[in-house]
């Protein structure tokens, strides 16, 4: 059976080789991608509003003959074509209409019958339907696929019609339901109450009845969830066999470090500091996701991790996303205190410097090493590497974040983001991590004020700014700059630049840094801003991660509607990192719902979780994690935002399945492996060799 599902979709009967090429469009290549392409909605057909009954504002399904038909061109416009049909049953008559499709008057004859289903409105005294679908019926060749039931509706090409896909749809169920054999397992299901296969793929198409297609529903996505948790489980407890380092995490040194800082630790961070310390003393290889949003502390954690690992005298190693960040790290951490020797590896260091670092480094005369993805050079050799962290884990691919582990004997990983999604979410969607999550901030934040301004109201965000200077304090402007219109933006913040300098704050000490700035020209902007010879920096997104200035209280952003919404949280995260009030303004051109939708949720939410949950929501997951995540993007009909109970039964299934059968060897198993191996056809390795 397994095979047959791979059979090509020519081999079925009623299609040859022009309609297997009609369904290549829609990605149809095999019978099991035409049962997988599931309905896009459904038509309940079992009884038809009466055209008397129809009321405004409803979609309505009406089953009518055809009376007359006309087509005109609109009184405003003279090409805007209208295709009007008046369609009749035996309560009454109703008109239907359709704009700017010239060729469908083609498409009716009078006296023929028609369904059609669509949202009744008011023109003028009279309702009329607008740009309804429609099937025509032949009334002799009537079948039950398509009248008197649950009728399923596909999204299809142009020139392919419902009743045909229907047919072939129906004539494959038949044909295949007796010989499918369920790949999930027998006991999975029946401690779910989940259809089995074939009872799912066959009302999932053609429902008795809505609460059929629900349970239909259900089983397929669960399938879906289950089948994604697989390889992320695998990947976990192959990790759990590996032998790492058992760090000895009870030495001084990290609370010598600990009594350098200038603040106390939050109950927040002590606590994942200590799920961490309990994972790095064991000898599984950790791989460990800190979330925590913009400012809530994340690094000084990890730089305390770092200390558990060097007092048992192993290095450890920081990944940063950019240079400006890296720097700014390694200069806090070598003036705060004296206990270890650090290293900086960007690409900015002169080679002379860098030399000098990797000697030390491969000696194990350094014991901290913080720097980019030059980190991921060859030239760096470690004597002895027992911590990687990686900051801000969605700036590296997972090729790149899997390359510096590798310098070392499985030691243990952290990666940080600033990206918080629900731990639940978390759990599931990064299954082969464990999570940790710092939910509070350091006390005496205030939440940044958050205003939105439209672009012609700039003026007013400038006195704001003009009000926060003369308080002795700082500010940012940013200024969009995206790698798609690059030149035209970096005119665009250059002149901005200009016209503010010699504009609005004449008089103030302004600087503007950019992306091909030099490293060493950012750099030196960067301290002359932090030393306070600057007022104003404007900037475009070089930003966007973790620069550290409390004196800055107000930041403006240009255009906001052209950022994203993580990145406009993670923008805002540069000011309020002190005690004074501060502000965020952002001065937008709203022209799409989505960008209203985001401006209006940072507005609303300060937290990064709630952010991440609304952008979440506006993205959907696939945009929202990116091809990174990549068996997401698969997920045809299961939601993890709306079916989270779903994906963490499915979860604990694929987990109590693997922890009995890691190899997926017991019979009962053997269909799902096969399944398995389809889809991740890399696992193949994993599962065979211990
Ligand atoms: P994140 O990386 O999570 O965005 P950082 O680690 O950069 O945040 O911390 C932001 C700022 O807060 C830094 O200046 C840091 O020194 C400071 N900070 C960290 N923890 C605390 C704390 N418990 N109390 C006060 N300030 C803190
Ligand atoms: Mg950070």
Redesign the pocket.
Known sequence: MENYFHVSVQYLKGIGPKRAKDLSKLGIAVIEDLLYYFPRRYEDRTSFTPISEIKEGQVQTIKAKVLAKGQRSSFRRRSFVITEVAVGDDSGKVYCVWFNQPYLKEYFQVGESLILSGKAERYGKKLQLNSPEFEIIKEEEETSLDLGRLVPVYRLPEGMTQRYFRAVIKKTLDECLPKIQDFLPFDTRSRNNLFNLAKALLNIHFPESFEMQKEAYRRLAFEEFFIFQLPLILRKLKRKEKTGIAHNTGGKLAEDYIKTLP????AS?NKVIDEIRKDMSLPQPMQRLLQ?D???????VSVICAFFAIDGGYQAVFMAPTEILARQHYEKISSQQKLIKTALITGSVSKKEKDVFLKKIKEGKVSLVIGTHALLEEGLVFKNLGLVVIDEQHKFGVGQRALLPKKGPNPDCLIMT?TPIPRTLAITLYGDLDVSVINEM??GRKPVKTISFSKDQEARAFEIVRGQLGLGHQAFIVYPVIEESFALDMAGAKKCFARLKSGEFKGFKLGLIHGKLSEEEQKNLMSDFRNKNLDILVATTVLEV?I?IPNATCMVIEHAERFGLSQLHQLR?RVG?GSAESYCILLSDIKTEEAGARIKAMVDHSDGFSIAEEDLKIRGPGEFFGTRQSGLTELKIANPLTQLQLLKIAREEANRVLSVDPKLLLHQNSLLKNKLLQRFPEYEKLMIVG
Do not use: H, I, W
């Open positions: 603040f106390k630790l939050t961070q925590g913009v400012g809530s502390g994340k690094t000084v600033a350091p006390a973790g550290d995260g990192r």
